[in-house]
Nanobody, 127 residues
Framework: QVHLVESGGGSVQSGGSLKLACALN????????MAWFRQAPGKEREWVAT???????FYADSMNGRVRISRDIAQNTLYLLMSNLRPEDTAMYFC?????????????????????WGQGTQVTVSS
């Protein structure tokens, strides 16, 4: 099972930007569908974005074009660039992986579709 390690979270003011990273250990990112989810206190885990491969990505409408998911094959790392952050973006952000030997279909926004998860990185946005 792939081991995922997130980093890059922190505290920023409203309107600021952050770039989250998710390093894969023990596996090659090319073999996985990858996604970012987030979870705020007292709320359900929310899908943010999915990368099915280089240049093949999907985004939650709620992010209003403020995020960009990417993967660096050489660094074996998934990224999430977030801009124009708002206080409502405050949450723990998790990356997730699912083997691309499976059929993902429309399940890419469902947490249950992913078998491996990182420990999360906290993003706090102040007004």
């Amino acid at each position: 099972q792939v081991h995922l390690v997130e980093s890059g979270g922190g505290s920023v003011q409203s309107g600021g930007s952050l770039k989250l990273a998710c390093a894969l250990n023990g596996a090659t990112i090319s073999a996985y569908f990858m996604a970012w989810f987030r979870q705020a206190p007292g709320k359900e885990r929310e899908w943010v974005a999915t990368s099915l491969g280089v240049g093949h990505s999907f985004y939650a409408d709620s992010m209003n074009g403020r995020v960009r998911i990417s993967r660096d094959i050489a660094q074996n790392t998934l990224y999430l660039l977030m801009s124009n952050l708002r206080p409502e973006d405050t949450a723990m952000y998790f990356c997730a992986a699912a083997s691309n030997s499976l059929t993902m279909g429309s399940r890419y926004l469902n947490p249950a579709a992913y078998s491996s998860w990182g420990q999360g990185t906290q993003v706090t946005v102040s007004s």
